[in-house]
């Protein structure tokens, strides 16, 4: 209507204009009387053919542009529909590996969840010790790596006897972790053996950049609905299980229990509890004495710390030193034993001055970029040398030190600190670090000192660590010992220095005093007694 109204005033405008001038020109009159004329004179018919005609060519005309600009919009509809599919695509897939991503992962098991249809297990795979090759081998080696796993992982769910069975997922997570969807199961019996055979097929040497690498991997299971229905309730129980894996030795699997929850529990109420201690001054530390097996003198003593807690009463440190180092809380622990220890050594010294204490570093110390300073600070407070404080670091905390914890290390040692290796044998092998860096001596691991004694198998290990130690040139330390037959052992081997319960017990300074104290006692009495 509006249209046809609009088609009215335009045709109204235009011939009031065409009559305007016709009556202002004469020979604009004369034409128009003229075509007048014709067009009576014209067959009707000839003239509506004409007008049809025009109409025609303009519909024509119209239809050909028409479809012309609907070809165009089909063509960039489709290029848009295109670029929207590798966007969604490329939104959910991991470029490293070919597999879905986390953001895919997380949508599928909330579809998952949603749907509730059987049962689902949910596995986090998490690749152990990649740093390492990383370290070693440099991030394309890992890189490689990462993606031979993926192609693994996915071979393996495919070629197996429940391929056909059960729907199965997998997707990329995280740098070195992955998960797997497995839909339709009864319960953990029904993937354990797949469970199994992906852990075997994983293990399997690769061979890169001239290297024959072997990769292990933690892995937590949790199943719905026996083990929760929400999906990050489903999520935290795999990643407890699979934590449970890697504090076992890792390379492994672990299905959910209930008690993990409840250690997870345990270690938050600690967690709280220990940042309490450390606020209230709760610690004190305990001074085992390192001697010399051939003189029978203390030479200096190693530093324990104690938790004095207002219930449970005086705690042992491998009751909450893991949990302090999980939650960082071990920084600040850290510091105030080293201000502690060189408190009490200088107050030690006055009665020898060639006493030394080592102290236990943890991983999370030589991250802290302040340590080194803090260090220097303090051996000035109390005008030490940085000589008579040894540090002590676990071959694990060595495997696992990166570039900056590892110039760390060599800051303490140009400042003038001693550096033991702590538990020597137990952990990863640490011999490439004793030839990269210099360290003043070796502990060894009680594990050996215990079967020396009968153990013929122990004492060739003892020896073997004490031929290296001597050729060397690194000082010997045993420690846990509880016999004197242990003692004449290592001191045939050539190891002078020993620490133990047969000697002496972890004591409170006051308690290291009266020790000290007796001890020289003795000591004056058997030189009068000899004189």
């Known amino acids: 209507m509006i249209r046809t109204l609009i088609i009215g005033s335009g045709l109204l405008v235009l011939f009031s204009c065409v009559y305007f001038l016709a009556f202002s020109s004469d020979t604009l009159w004369f034409f128009l009387l003229e075509l007048r ?316 001055p060639e006493y030394y204490i080592a102290i236990n570093i943890a991983p999370q110390q030589l991250a802290d970029h302040g340590f080194v300073h803090h260090v220097r600070s303090i051996l000035a407070s109390h005008s030490l040398s940085p000589k008579q404080i040894h540090f002590e670091i676990t071959e694990t905390t060595l495997m696992n030190a990166d570039s900056d914890n590892l110039g760390v290390l060599r800051e303490l040692n140009n400042l003038g600190i001693k550096l033991w290796i702590d538990d020597f044998g137990t952990g990863y092998s640490s011999f490439s670090y004793l030839h990269k860096f210099q360290f003043y001596g070796i502990k060894l691991d009680r594990s050996f000192i215990e079967g020396v004694v009968d153990s013929e198998r122990s004492q060739n290990i003892v020896k073997g660590i004490c031929a290296m130690g001597d050729a060397l040139k690194l000082e010997l330390l045993g420690e846990g010992i509880e016999q004197p037959e242990q003692a004449e052992f290592l001191l045939k081997q050539g190891c002078f220095k020993v620490q133990g319960y047969w000697y002496a017990k972890p004591m409170s300074l006051p308690t290291l005093n009266m020790w000290l104290a007796n001890r020289n006692e003795n000591v004056a009495i058997d030189v009068i007694d000899q004189a």
């Not at 839909?183 to 890169?208: H, T």
């Not at 299905?255 to 606020?279: D, G």
Request: net charge negative; glycine share 6%; with cysteine.
């Open 37 to 352: 004329h014709i067009v009576i004179e014209t067959p009707t018919y000839l003239v509506i053919t004409a007008i049809v005609s025009v109409f025609s060519v303009i519909y024509i005309y119209k239809t050909y542009n028409y479809r012309r600009v609907l070809r165009q919009t089909n063509l960039e509809l489709h290029r848009l529909q295109g670029q929207l599919v590798e966007l969604d695509l490329s939104a959910y897939l991991d470029n490293g590996t070919g597999l879905a991503n986390r953001f895919k992962f997380l949508e599928m098991l909330d579809t998952a969840m949603a749907e509730g249809q059987g049962n689902t297990a949910l596995c986090i795979l998490d690749l152990d010790d990649l740093k390492n090759i990383n370290d070693t081998l440099g991030h394309h080696v890992g890189d490689q790596v990462i993606s031979i796993i993926a192609q693994r992982i996915k071979l393996s769910l495919e070629h197996n006897d429940s391929a056909d069975i059960f729907e199965t997922h997998i997707f990329r997570i995280g740098g070195d972790e992955f998960a797997i969807l497995i839909n339709g199961i009864s319960g953990a019996k029904d993937i354990a053996p797949i469970l199994k055979k992906l852990l075997k097929n994983i293990r399997r040497k690769i061979e890169l950049s001239g290297e024959r690498i072997s990769v292990g991997v933690s892995i937590g299971v949790s199943i719905s609905p026996e083990h929760g229905t929400c999906s990050d309730s489903l999520l935290k129980k795999a990643d407890m299980a699979m934590y449970k894996v890697k504090e076992s030795g890792k390379h492994g699997i672990a299905f959910f229990k209930p008690e993990y929850l409840r250690e997870l529990e345990y270690r938050v109420h600690l967690e709280q509890e220990l940042t309490q201690a450390i606020q209230r001054g709760e610690f004190e530390i305990y001074y085992q004495p390192v001697i010399d097996i051939a003189t029978e003198k203390e030479l200096g003593f190693e530093a324990l710390i104690r938790w004095h807690h207002p219930v449970r009463g005086l705690v042992p440190p491998d009751d909450f030193i893991p949990v302090a180092e999980q939650t960082g809380l071990i920084v600040p622990m850290g510091k105030w034993i080293i201000q502690q220890v060189c408190s009490d050594l200088s107050l030690l010294q006055v009665t020898n």
